[in-house]
């Protein structure tokens, strides 16, 4: 075999593979009897039908291709590693001269792994964002538990506070038109952390159970829907029902409901609580601070290809969180162009590319490799965040393995940012003084 190589431009390059005649003969016959034994062809059984039969029902290309198509994989991967390729892409044939009897010519054409050069990246004193201690951490998560373990008590002598959760009919009209999606009978709605229009909880404050009103409000200039921005609307709004949330008393019965001993046990879990939580946000401002500075010491030319391949896969992930969310692709576009919309991800692609070219650069240099614990641990980590067993994860990675393919990058992303946080120093300074810089 023979093989030369040419470079074109952002990192293609052409291989140009000269595969002796006795070879590709071997490969042509080989091509044939697979074919043969799925072609019918009458007074003979399958696979028993003569070559010259067998290439006027298929075609001599269909066969030449078959045995192209089995041929160079093995021929490809040899070329490769030959002229030691680093192939960020799957090689596609762009060409072929394929006579019997004569050396077989295919032309191939690869993309390569763009060059990285590397700046500083071990050794260095980067400053991180500080995350302090706040004097109300502790009150406000108790607050929180007190919250979750709160009990609703139905009220029917008094009038809606700000705290309270109704239970509430409304349908609502704008410009004379009934709102899509406006209406509805026995809401659940708590007052005092309503994620609706402005304006609309307030004015459930102060009713009384079986009351009927209208309210006004007005639609933010940045509402979802194009037709209902900035427009004023009315709601015709009914008060079933009543409840205030009771708290419960801070004691030894409390704790022992969140599953604590005592008291005790839960202020020193809480402490603890907070202390790791303040500890992970420090942490994660340290891996960001530092992969800034060699991200940003480094250079990489990226061609246009490789960001459009990302872009749309971004894309992709993209259109299917708000397929998930209820939100059209038109809803999106009414309130900001496509055009600014593949601005701000061919943006992130690039720096996500970018990115991973730089870690895998650095995981080359320090001979970083992952172990099947790695793999493992990731594993364990998606299947608590959504709830499923292992074993579910390892069938659905069978099924689509770009999944471990992710898995397997997410894996060494975090060797190489431990490799960087242990070769390199962190000062935490206070965040006004990050942001002065």
């Known amino acids: 075999m023979k093989v030369t190589v040419e470079n074109e431009k952002e990192n293609l390059v052409k291989l140009n593979i000269t595969i002796p005649a006795e070879e590709a003969t071997t490969a042509y016959n080989s091509a044939v009897k697979r074919i043969s034994q799925h072609v019918s062809i009458d007074g003979f059984r399958m696979g028993k039908a003569p070559r010259n039969m067998v290439e006027a029902r298929v075609g001599v290309e269909r066969i030449k291709q078959e045995a192209i198509e089995n041929l160079m994989p093995k021929v490809v991967n040899e070329a490769v590693a030959e002229n030691k390729l680093d192939l960020i892409t799957q090689p596609y044939i762009t060409s072929y001269d394929f006579e019997l009897g004569k050396d077989l010519n295919v032309t191939v054409s690869v993309e390569t792994r763009p060059e990285v050069k590397l700046g500083e990246y071990k050794n260095l004193t980067v400053e991180a964002d500080d995350v302090p201690e706040r004097a109300d951490a502790y009150d406000k998560a108790i607050e929180n538990l007190r919250n ?27 410009n004379g038109e009934k709102i899509k999606g406006g209406e509805a009978k026995g809401y659940r709605l708590d007052l005092g952390h309503s994620n609706f229009i402005p304006g609309f909880a307030e004015q459930l404050v102060g009713k009384n159970a079986g009351e009927d009103f209208d309210i006004d409000v ?3 200039e940045d509402y979802h829907d194009e037709k209902l921005k900035g427009q004023k609307a009315t709601f015709k709004i009914k008060i079933n029902e009543i409840k205030e949330r009771v708290l419960p008393e801070i004691n ?25 939580t303040r500890e992970n946000a420090k942490r994660v401002n340290a891996e960001n601070a530092v992969f800034k500075k060699v991200i940003d010491a480094a250079s990489v030319e990226i061609s246009e290809r490789m960001i459009d391949r990302e872009a749309q896969s971004l894309l992709a992930e993209y259109k299917n969180r708000l397929a998930a969310q209820g939100i059209s692709w038109e809803m999106i576009t009414k309130t900001q162009s496509e055009d600014e919309i593949m601005k701000s991800i061919r943006e992130d692609a690039e720096s996500r590319i970018k990115n991973s070219l730089v870690i895998d650069k650095i995981a080359k240099e320090e001979k970083i490799t992952l172990a099947q614990e790695d793999i493992t641990k990731k594993f364990n980590q998606l299947g608590a965040a959504y709830g499923v067993s292992q074993q579910e994860i390892v069938q659905q990675i069978s099924k689509n393995p770009e999944i471990l393919s992710s898995l397997s990058q997410q894996a060494m992303n975090d060797k190489v940012k431990d490799f960087l946080m242990n070769n390199n120093k962190i000062e935490y300074v206070a965040p006004k003084e990050v942001e002065k810089k």
């Open 218 to 220: 007005t639609f933010p």
């Open 252 to 276: 030894d019965e409390f704790a022992q409901k969140v599953g604590l001993e005592n008291l005790e046990a839960l202020k020193e879990d809480i402490k603890k609580h907070l202390e790791q």
């Open 148 to 174: 979750q373990f709160a009990e609703e008590k139905l009220v029917t002598d008094r009038k809606t506070t700000e705290t309270d959760i109704v239970n509430i009919d409304f349908d609502g009209s704008s």
